[in-house]
């Protein structure tokens, strides 16, 4: 598979599961969401990489990159975001976790010597200033769904997000040497995941702290159970696997570009949902997104 389809398709799925995984992170708080979800991530990752036999590829050397790329990435990048998730709502959020493009790209080039061509650097303005602008007016004076609420402080809200988008950039970076070899991306995704979930339960006094006084507890229900399932399977099992399938034959910064179009994805998608249009300059800079990707790849 090309690593622009499976670029874009993490970018959808993260799209999908970023929506689904709303209403589940705003009950149960970011942490705390994202603890109850890599746990059935991590079984699912590990019993993958059990069936395809990608365990045999893992060598002694890929395990220190791997863990360091799930802590910072999954303990506290994910964690982080889900939290921003959870007081700013998804689109909010998604504004704030598009930061992750042009961070990931500037440290590639500083780090690996990653080269962009004049249209490449164009073409990443007008993705980073296409996803922008569709998340900033992607709302109307008058829309009453709650994903436009804002719970908490503001600024506290944003700090995590900024948070969770340099972590992706971090794990990112971090762990694309390794896919360079012969790494199965299940066994890879396998190894995040449980150093992941291991760094979120060494964390959770410290999360907790910052964020149990913004929400009441909740009980886990089997309808959220469901949307954690869900949300993991498409944001986890599947959109982070694409995206180690596509750092293993692209340069990270086109990757973090690529992936970085969720927001723009969401937009129809969120249509459907709350039944109000966004508005025109949410359009105009989907529209914007779509030709930086275009310039991107050419």
Known sequence: MPFQVAALLAASSWAVGGLIAAEPSRLLGG???????????????VLIAVLTGGWSTVEASDWLPLAISGFVGLALGDAALFEAFSRLGPRRTGMLFAANAPITAVLSAIVYDEEFGLLGVLGTILVVSGVSMAIAYGTRPGQSHTWEEVRGSLSVGAGFGLLGALGQSIAVLVADPVFDGILDPWAGAAVRALVGTLGLFALMPWFERRTARSR??????????????AS???????????????????PPGVVSILVSLAPVLQLPLIWAITRERPPIGAWFGAGLGVIGTAMVLA
Do not use: Q
């Open 31 to 45: 942490p705390r969401f994202v603890r109850i979800r890599m746990v059935y991530v991590s079984v699912a990752l």
């Open 216 to 229: 009441p507890a909740v009980a886990l229900t089997a309808r959220l159970w469901l949307l954690v399932i």
């Open 232 to 250: 993991g399977t498409l944001g986890m099992v599947v959109g982070k696997t694409l995206m180690l399938i596509a750092l293993a034959e692209g």
